[in-house]
């Protein structure tokens, strides 16, 4: 089953050190899960100030600086897995770094329908 994990989380939470810190284990979860054959991928995001929102409205498309929503916690990065079932999920997720500090959201990925071309 294949799941994302949504890293939420205030982007002033952290000190340098701590998000150097938090960095270095992450990246130490991601590369066990990788050797597993668990992950798919992960990353990290840009803070909010650089995010770009499009929404069309009416066939007209509206492009804003910054986040869709002003919010306390922040999505702030992403894993991407594929385990046996949600209780793996959450043991990954509880082990995330930014549990700590904030909420790791899993939700399972919808599978598409193979289209078939023709």
């Known amino acids: ?8 989380g205030a982007e002033d939470c952290w000190t340098e050190e701590e998000r150097k810190e938090c960095m270095i284990e992450s990246m130490g979860i ?6 597993q054959g668990k992950l798919i991928s992960s990353n990290p995001l840009h803070p909010v100030t650089t995010a770009t929102s499009v929404q ?9 600086d910054g986040p869709f929503a002003e919010t306390t916690e922040q999505l702030g990065g992403y894993y991407l897995i594929d385990v046996e079932n949600l209780d ?3 043991a990954i997720a509880a082990r ?7 909420t790791v959201e899993i939700r399972p990925l919808f599978p598409l ?3 078939s071309e023709g």
């Open 1 to 8: 089953m294949k799941y994302m994990l949504l890293i939420y």
């Open 30 to 35: 991601s590369n066990e899960l990788e050797t």
């Open 56 to 64: 069309v409205r009416e066939g007209k498309r509206q492009v804003t």
């Open 88 to 90: 793996e999920a959450i």
């Open 96 to 102: 995330l770094p930014p549990a700590k500090k904030g």
């Open 113 to 115: 329908p193979v289209l």
